[in-house]
């Protein structure tokens, strides 16, 4: 089976930063689009952002010029940048990563994959 596995959440000031990791591992073939989006309470996920296999990027104009998504593919992993963060930026925040597995009779499933969250709070 296929684990992600989040890290670097926290508590921080305004104007700081953190950088949270994923970890993907398991029978991984290999992994195409991996991202992040966040939930806060009371509101709905949205997105935060994406990366493809060749490194594209996307963002949610919120986070724009304060977050920055990368990955490295050797270790199956996406990381998320998170400078200048903003009181409204505290939720948890999750992985996700769409893998191709192999099954146990060779063939290869494409999957979607999350993380258990790990929560950023920033304060005042």
């Known amino acids: 089976q296929v684990q992600l596995v989040e890290s670097g959440g926290g508590l921080v000031q305004a104007g700081g930063s953190l950088r949270l990791s994923c970890a993907a591992s398991?029978?991984?073939?290999?992994?195409?689009?991996m991202g992040w989006s966040r939930q806060a309470p009371g509101k709905q996920r949205e997105l935060v952002a994406i990366i493809t296999s060749g490194g594209s990027t996307n963002s949610a104009d919120s986070v724009k010029g304060r977050f920055t998504i990368s990955r490295d593919n050797a270790k199956n992993t996406v990381y998320l940048q998170m400078n200048s963060l903003e009181p409204e930026d505290t939720a948890v925040y999750y992985c996700?990563?769409?893998?191709?597995?192999?099954?146990?009779?060779?063939?290869?499933?494409?999957?979607?994959?999350w993380g258990q969250g790990t929560q950023v709070t920033v304060s005042s």
């Open positions: 996700d990563a769409d893998i191709m597995v192999r099954g146990s009779s060779g063939t290869l499933y494409e999957h979607m994959y």
């Open positions: 398991g029978s991984i073939f290999s992994i195409k689009t």
